[in-house]
């Protein structure tokens, strides 16, 4: 493999420049389990571990390597793992707060766009789709919106009109991740070798738009609940594919919960049309809940933004007034 086919870029290779001259090599993170991490290289994928002093310099757990990381790595002479001694600057980093600590945990890095996977069925949930965004917006990332399974769409219409509504200039493609036609049109995201990651909940369809993408069965599928159209965990640990017609998929494990690490400042960000809109308001104050000659309200009655974008607005985290 190339360095150009796992994303090796003019600005990477400055970047690893002093590493090359102590005889590293570069690599780049497709698995990280309990134990070990499992890195690609131009020659084969090998397994690595952290050497000891760049996990003592590390302030965080997401300081060091994540799937989708550039790194320097010596090679082992003998039997043992190779040793991951430097993780090279990130691009983009999606960070979210760990499951019940007051910490951020990397889910993938160095990623040029996410798609944000959400079921046409029992999956579809507007205001889980914003938190996404923040998510994406967050990690310096293009967000693209993937709504899957639309032959089970209820109406098919309504539903684009939301999302657009909840996400204005974002791509949406609706499509069905088992059929290959369908999921074609998102070839060109990957063009120039860029990486791809898919997150959503679990029964989305992330890994069956992952092995359509790859063009083999990489990644295990299951049927989603019948009574609640809820996904069961297929994905359990992040992986990265590197694809034969070129550029790379990350996928990763269903969110069933999503807290934002920069919660204070990205819960503000996605609401400029409402902000914009209150403005028109007839009371300064309004709440947009029953005063007379609201404007936000109007839009909603017509249709321009959705009852729930509304509703994520007033109950959105307020920063302190000092």
């Given at each position: 493999m190339?360095?150009?086919?796992?994303?090796w870029?003019?600005?990477?290779?400055?970047?690893?420049a002093?590493?090359?001259?102590?005889?590293?090599?570069?690599?780049?993170?497709?698995?990280?389990?309990?134990?070990?991490f499992?890195?690609?290289?131009?020659?084969d994928?090998?397994?690595?571990?952290?050497?000891?002093?760049?996990?003592?310099?590390?302030?965080l757990?997401?300081?060091l390597p994540?799937?989708?990381?550039?790194?320097?790595?010596?090679?082992?002479?003998?039997?043992?793992?190779a040793?991951?001694?430097?993780?090279?600057?990130?691009?983009?980093?999606?960070?979210?707060?760990?499951?019940?600590?007051?910490?951020?945990?990397?889910?993938?890095?160095n990623?040029?766009v996410?798609?944000?996977?959400?079921?046409?069925?029992?999956?579809?949930?507007?205001?889980r789709?914003?938190?996404?965004?923040?998510?994406?917006?967050?990690?310096?990332?293009?967000?693209v919106?993937?709504?899957?399974?639309?032959?089970?769409?209820?109406?098919?219409t309504?539903?684009?009109?939301?999302?657009?509504?909840?996400?204005?200039?974002v791509?949406l493609?609706?499509?069905?991740a088992?059929?290959?036609t369908?999921?074609?049109?998102?070839?060109?995201?990957?063009?120039?070798?860029?990486?791809?990651?898919?997150?959503g909940s679990?029964?989305?369809?992330?890994?069956?738009?992952?092995n359509?993408?790859?063009?083999?069965?990489?990644?295990?599928?299951?049927e989603?609940?019948?009574h609640?159209?809820?996904g069961?965990?297929?994905?359990?640990?992040?992986?990265?594919?590197?694809?034969?017609?070129?550029?790379?998929?990350?996928?990763?494990p269903?969110?069933?919960?999503?807290?934002?690490?920069?919660?204070?400042?990205?819960?503000?960000?996605?609401?400029?049309?409402?902000?914009?809109?209150?403005?028109?308001?007839k009371?300064?104050?309004?709440?947009?809940?029953?005063?007379?000659?609201?404007?936000?309200?109007?839009?909603v009655?017509?249709?321009?933004?959705?009852a729930?974008?509304?509703?994520?607005y007033?109950?959105?985290?307020?920063?302190?007034?000092r």
């Open positions: 190339t360095r150009a086919a796992f994303g870029t003019a600005q990477r290779q400055s970047d690893f002093p590493f090359a001259a102590d005889g590293l090599i570069p690599g780049r993170v497709v698995g990280e389990h309990r134990t070990h499992r890195v690609a290289t131009e020659r994928e090998v397994s690595a571990e952290i050497q000891g002093r760049l996990r003592q310099s590390a302030r757990r997401s300081d994540g799937v989708g990381d550039f790194v320097a790595l010596r090679l082992s002479m003998g039997d043992g793992p040793m991951i001694e430097a993780v090279l600057p990130r691009s983009t980093a999606l960070v979210r707060k760990a499951a019940g600590e007051a910490r951020p945990q990397l889910l993938a890095a990623i040029d996410i798609f944000i996977v959400m079921g046409l069925d029992g999956d579809f949930n507007l205001q789709l914003e938190r996404y965004l923040d998510l994406v917006r967050d990690s310096g990332s293009s967000p919106i993937v709504a899957n399974k639309i032959d089970l769409a209820r109406d098919i309504t539903a684009k009109r939301e999302m657009t509504a909840v996400a204005p200039g791509p493609h609706t499509i069905s088992r059929d290959q369908s999921a074609a049109e998102l070839e060109s995201y990957f063009a120039g070798n860029q990486t791809v990651a898919l997150i679990s029964g989305a369809g992330k890994s069956t738009l992952t359509q993408l790859l063009g083999r069965d990489a990644q295990a599928t299951q989603v609940r019948v609640d159209d809820r069961r965990h297929t994905t359990t640990h992040r992986q990265l594919y590197f694809r034969e017609t070129g550029g790379a998929i990350i996928d990763t269903g969110m069933r919960g999503l807290e934002l690490w920069n919660e204070p400042q990205e819960s503000l960000t996605n609401f400029d049309d409402i902000e914009a809109l209150a403005t028109q308001c009371f300064r104050n309004c709440q947009h809940v029953t005063e007379p000659a609201c404007a936000v309200r109007s839009a009655a017509r249709g321009e933004i959705t729930e974008h509304l509703t994520s007033q109950h959105r985290p307020r920063t302190p007034q």
